[in-house]
């Protein structure tokens, strides 16, 4: 059996090959960032799931993409921590980019971009990831990223800048005190998932002018710093991988389009997209 895993910050989206490349179970776990957790809560998060438990044995290949995995030091922690559970499997760590870059080919280079939890990009011409930019995480870094927007979401509720309609829906959705806010972006291991999930009320919201404006900023933040540094921004389609891409589609494209860039295509969940792309690149298994 072979395991293929989408790595975010917030959750992994795993599926279980069985040797002819039919899919034998889907399922998901918390996001393993070695950025983020601790690296003795994967083992753990790994083994409660019931589904992988069972099959952890008879896995032969284990594909691992996850966020925080673009540095030596950090595939290390992570691949040691997988080969403990899956004893029996060749695993293979890589970054999130990468499956980002798989995911999202579709026979010609590409820019290929993150929006999610976090953000990120890279290029990628059909068989190398070149990536121009850093991760900066999300205390300084992330831009356009559920992180980055749920930030802006919490500073403006707090300091009062928002309309007093979204003011009041806020307080009634969330109730949320200035402590409870401070506690959970300070002292919890997955902060930038916290921050995130924010974007549940900007989206119920989206059509709200001022979360237009805001998302809009955001947006143009995010093509800014991690687009244009890109010498084939101008000429190259830009391919989008995320739930924040996803949700935010007509104002990302708005914003691209200030800046002439052409906006390919945009995939809110990219493992089917990437279980393809194994198929039929790597494992030799394609129909």
Not at 102 to 126: H, R
Not at 205 to 227: A, I
């Amino acid at each position: 059996m072979i395991a293929i895993v989408d790595g975010g910050s917030t959750k992994c989206d795993w599926v279980i090959l069985d040797a002819a490349g039919r899919i034998h179970l889907k399922t998901e776990t918390i996001g393993f960032n070695p950025n983020i957790i601790q690296p003795e809560m994967i083992v753990p998060e790994i083994e409660k799931n019931i589904n992988l438990n069972n099959i952890k044995d008879k896995l032969q290949k284990v594909f691992f993409y996850g966020s925080g995995c673009g540095v030596p030091e950090n595939v290390a922690v992570v691949e040691k921590q997988f080969q403990s559970v899956f004893k029996n499997a060749d695993v293979t760590i890589k970054e999130d980019l990468t499956a980002a870059a798989y995911a999202a080919y579709n026979g010609k280079p590409a820019i290929v971009c993150i929006l999610g939890t976090g953000s990120n990009s890279c290029y990628f011409d059909g068989k190398t990831v070149k990536l121009e930019l850093p991760s900066l995480g999300f205390l300084i870094g992330d831009e356009g990223s559920g992180s980055a927007i749920g930030k802006h979401l919490l500073r403006r509720f707090f300091m009062k800048k928002l309309p007093a309609d979204l003011h009041h829906d806020f307080v009634e959705k969330y109730n949320l005190t200035i402590e409870d806010a401070i506690k959970n972006m300070y002292h919890n291991p997955r902060a930038n998932a916290y921050l995130a999930d924010f974007n549940k009320f900007v989206v119920e919201h989206k059509s709200h002018p001022y979360f237009q404006n805001m998302v809009f900023d955001e947006m143009k933040n995010f093509l800014d710093y991690q687009v244009l540094p890109y010498e084939e921004a101008k000429e190259a389609e830009i391919n989008f991988i995320g739930s924040i891409a996803f949700y935010y589609e007509d104002v990302l494209r708005a914003a691209a389009a200030e800046f002439n860039l052409n906006v390919g295509v945009i995939v809110q969940k990219p493992i089917e997209s990437l279980v393809a792309y194994h198929k039929m690149y790597i494992l030799n298994l394609a129909e």
